[in-house]
């Protein structure tokens, strides 16, 4: 079994920045691939950005590319989304998920993982 535990949300204002941290336990940190996913009140949730178990491959959702930064440190056992440029519709909870093996095709898919944190909330304001 697998914990993941978010830290760093918080308040800010638009055009701020923030790192978020999601760290990990139960399972060897590098053979998880980590998928960070956001859902704002009345939406569905919605792909972030995710990362192989080495940290080589990454991938983001379309709109965010250029903001947000994916990131991990497997001696830490965490994986990092760091947010700039923020805007109010970034509001939105943000929750980490770790993928075991095989890997499902699909990082974009939150069907595709095995485990979820409890999420995190970011606000920001304008």
């Known amino acids: 079994q697998v914990q993941l535990v978010e830290s760093g949300g918080g308040l800010v204002q638009a055009g701020g920045s923030l790192r978020l941290s999601c760290a990990a336990s139960?399972?060897?940190?590098?053979?998880?691939?980590m998928g960070w996913f956001r859902q704002a009140p009345g939406k569905e949730r919605e792909f972030v950005a995710a990362?192989?178990?080495?940290?080589?491959?990454?991938y983001y959702v379309g709109s965010l590319k250029g903001r947000f930064a994916i990131s991990r440190d497997n001696a830490k056992n965490t994986v990092y989304l760091q947010m700039n440029s923020l805007e109010p519709e970034d509001t939105a909870v943000y929750v980490c998920?770790?993928?075991?093996?095989?890997?499902?095709?699909?990082?974009?898919?939150?069907?595709?993982?095995?485990?979820w944190g409890q999420g995190t909330q970011v606000t920001v304001s304008s």
């Open positions: 998920a770790a993928d075991k093996p095989p890997y499902y095709s699909d990082s974009s898919l939150a069907g595709g993982y095995d485990y």
């Open positions: 139960g399972r060897t940190f590098s053979t998880l691939a």
């Open positions: 990362i192989s178990g080495s940290g080589n491959v990454k």
